[in-house]
């Protein structure tokens, strides 16, 4: 762990008023978020970010490190809100479609408050290239991930169950229909979340909603029962 950068300010304060290192990182976070979303990794300046954030640059790499660094640390701390705030929708205790609502719920009212946290996941963060779009690749796994095992959970009682291997392409859809969604919602900010939520658990679901019978589509229009994926 770096040493508390407080400890060599040239004029310290009492001690009474420091502020606890979590809290300087935060406020380092916040504004390296704000400043990295509006300007992507390689137009963002260190300047920028002290500015906003209101904490001299030196203090800054003490805290969190280089320009990269600090860049990666936004990305996983942003995936991993955004992931624990989905996680935290879920209720083992209500079905498998309910669950899928109030995650998708919450995943568009998260964006909704927090636009720069998803552009800086979504569009800087793959933008900036290597190592940040790997980063990037990690959360939107760990968010299919999550969205396989609870569509494979929907398949309990039908007449094929299915594991969450199986479903990830459709968790992979479900992920790719969410952020191509979110890229239209820029355009037509008159939506609110809960609407757009309901749009893609209508899409969702009512097609899911099939193959948690059994039912799948085939070729030449017939519907076959206790369909096998690869």
């Not at 008023?17 to 509006?38: K, T």
Request: net charge negative; hydrophobic share 45%.
């Amino acid at each position: 762990m770096r040493p508390d950068p407080d400890d060599h300010e040239e004029s310290p304060r009492p001690r009474s008023r420091r502020l606890p290192r979590s809290v300087r990182e935060r406020q380092i976070l916040d504004a390296a978020v704000e400043v990295y979303a509006a300007r992507g990794f390689h137009l963002a300046s260190m300047d920028e970010i002290s500015e906003v954030a209101g904490i001299s640059k030196p203090m800054i790499y003490a805290y969190l490190g280089s320009k990269e660094e600090l860049f990666v640390a936004c990305i996983q701390r942003e995936a991993t809100r955004l992931i624990e705030a989905i996680s935290t929708a879920v209720d083992p205790e209500v079905g498998p479609d309910e669950q899928l609502w109030r995650g998708l719920r919450v995943f568009f009212d998260y964006v909704q408050r927090n636009r720069a946290s998803w552009v800086l996941l979504h569009r800087q963060a793959p933008a900036g290239g290597e190592p940040f779009a790997a980063e990037f690749g990690q959360w939107r796994e760990r968010a299919m991930v999550l969205i396989a095992s609870l569509l494979a959970r929907a398949t309990e009682g039908a007449a094929q169950p299915m594991q969450p291997q199986q479903m990830e392409p459709f968790a992979a859809a479900l992920v790719g229909a969410a952020e191509s969604l979110l890229d239209w919602w820029v355009e037509h900010p008159e939506h609110t979340a809960d609407g757009l939520a309901m749009r893609l658990m209508n899409l969702a679901w009512m097609g899911f909603g099939d193959l948690v019978e059994g039912r799948s589509w085939s070729p030449g229009g017939d519907a076959s029962n206790g369909a096998a994926f690869d």
